[in-house]
């Protein structure tokens, strides 16, 4: 079952994939088949999507097709209701550490400002503004390298780039996942934080159930290739959330049918 919504005079189409097809060789087979997507505005709330499914099932995939990285084989990827372009890009925040190490965290944070022609002062000025949101006050002169920063100071840097160039869309390939738990938990909070203050569409790959379902107000599973999406779970609970939604009896429940159907999808064919 491909998931399709197609309902869409209610709201504007932020983000939509249209019967996207990815081959390496030719067709001779197919990574991705037929995948809709489609991800709708919600203004002044914004969203969290959170892409589940199997390694190798194209949740990095698809989030490279958005980010304008990669072009399906077949299908069209539409930000907006315009096509992915060169001057519509949308910035990723990986796994791997990307910030430049030779380059201080503030001129980091400042590049993608840099890119868009702004005087130095004022994007220095923007720059410390996002580099105190993201908790990283006082950090601002050190190289953007370890040992320096820490891993979790490292992807603050990632993530205070990403939302000044783009506040609207931030794309994160499981950008937790080498963290420790203790940082994880708390980059998790900022993120959410982040997220309602700037009403960000964010789309989030993760491995991570439980990570999932306290991120996201909208899961979407897929299964392995020929991949498409096969379940979409709305996680209606508090947009505002903290340690205690994690002991809360509903979000247990919550992570439950989520493993329930990821249990599903991998019997799938």
Not at 35 to 43: A, C, N, R, V
Not at 114 to 133: A, N
């Amino acid at each position: 079952m491909n998931i399709k919504f197609t309902d869409t005079a209610a709201r504007e189409n932020i983000i939509e994939l249209k019967n996207i097809s990815q081959s390496y060789d030719g067709g001779k087979n197919w990574i991705i088949r037929g995948l809709d997507l489609l991800i709708e505005d919600k203004p002044d709330q914004g969203q969290f999507v959170v892409l589940l499914g199997a390694s190798g099932s194209g949740k990095s995939t698809l989030l490279r097709y958005i980010a304008g990285l990669q072009t399906p084989t077949e299908g069209e990827v539409l930000i907006k209701g315009k096509s992915v372009s060169d001057k519509q890009r949308v910035s990723m925040v990986f796994q791997e550490y990307s910030s430049l190490p030779w380059m201080t965290v503030l001129d980091n944070v400042a590049l993608a400002l840099e890119y868009k022609g702004m005087d130095k002062k004022e994007r220095y000025i923007k720059s410390m503004e996002m580099i105190e949101l993201v908790g990283l006050a006082g950090q601002e002169m050190k190289y953007a390298q370890y040992p320096a920063l820490s891993g979790g100071q490292l992807q603050r840097v990632a993530i205070a780039r990403s939302l000044i160039a783009n506040p609207e869309i931030v794309l994160m390939d499981e950008p937790f996942g080498a963290l420790d738990i203790r940082t994880r938990i708390q980059m998790q909070d900022m993120l959410i934080d982040l997220w309602q203050r700037f009403n960000s569409t964010i789309i989030f790959v993760t491995h991570d159930i439980s990570e999932a379902v306290y991120l996201a107000d909208d899961i979407y599973i897929m299964k392995s290739p020929p991949s498409i999406i096969v379940e979409h779970i709305d996680i209606d609970l508090p947009l505002r959330r903290d340690h205690n939604t994690k002991r809360d009896k509903h979000f247990t429940e919550l992570v439950q049918q989520v493993e329930d159907e990821m249990m599903k999808v991998s019997d799938m064919k």
